[in-house]
Structure formats: structure tokens, C-alpha cells
């Protein structure tokens, strides 16, 4: 694998990491559906704000998320919709393996 190859793949590494995390997962999910701001990521989250700030700029710094300041308060909104998709995706994957795991069971 040359330089270019590995950087390419260093970097899709970099964005699956930042989604790593159920809590990060889960502020992408309710993103989807409009921007929010921190305080009401906060509530959803049941977090305090320092953590569930850590968790946005992890996801801010891969991409995934930008934000607006509105005089006190941040607002974030998805960058990047498209990571929705990679969601189906996993969620295909989970549906085969219960599928399997079922069809196991009944053999």
C-alpha cells in the first residue's frame, strides 16, 4: 500500500472512530432531524454539557458536524447528512445477523 492508499484509509479510520461512541451516535440520529443546540443535546443526552461538548467536537473535527454561534449559545447542525446512510448500512448488517442467529435457532 503506497502513501496516498494508506492516507485515504488513516482517514475513513479517523471518521468511523468519531462515530464510535453510542452517546455520538445517538446526537447524529436526533441531527438528523434539525439543528439543536447544546443545551437541548445536553437534556437528550443526560449528560453535562462539558461531555456532551467533547462528544460534538470530536464529531466537528471529522466532518461530521459544524456549528453556529448565536450569541451564548452553539447550534450544530449534520455537515454531512450522509452518513445516514452508513446508519442503513449497519442496520442491514444487524438484520442479516439476527436473521442467521434466528435461522440457527430453528434448524
Known amino acids: 500500500m503506497n ?4 492516507a485515504k484509509y488513516e482517514e ?11 452517546t455520538r451516535l445517538f446526537m447524529v440520529d436526533q441531527l438528523a432531524k434539525g ?10 443526552v443526560g ?21 453556529e454561534k448565536r450569541g451564548l449559545m452553539v447550534f450544530y447542525k449534520l ?11 449497519i442496520e442491514g448488517v444487524m438484520k442479516k445477523k ?3 442467529a434466528l435461522a440457527a435457532l430453528e434448524a
Open 3 to 6: 502513501a496516498k492508499t494508506l
Open 12 to 22: 475513513r479510520a479517523r471518521i468511523i472512530k468519531a462515530m464510535a461512541h453510542p
Open 35 to 44: 439543528e439543536k443546540c447544546v443545551c437541548e443535546l445536553t437534556k437528550m
Open 47 to 67: 449528560a453535562d454539557t462539558s461531555t456532551v461538548s467533547k462528544h460534538l467536537s470530536l464529531l466537528k473535527n471529522a466532518g461530521i458536524v459544524q456549528d
Open 79 to 89: 455537515r454531512t447528512p450522509c452518513v445516514l446512510k452508513m446508519f442503513s448500512c
Open 98 to 100: 439476527a436473521e442467521e
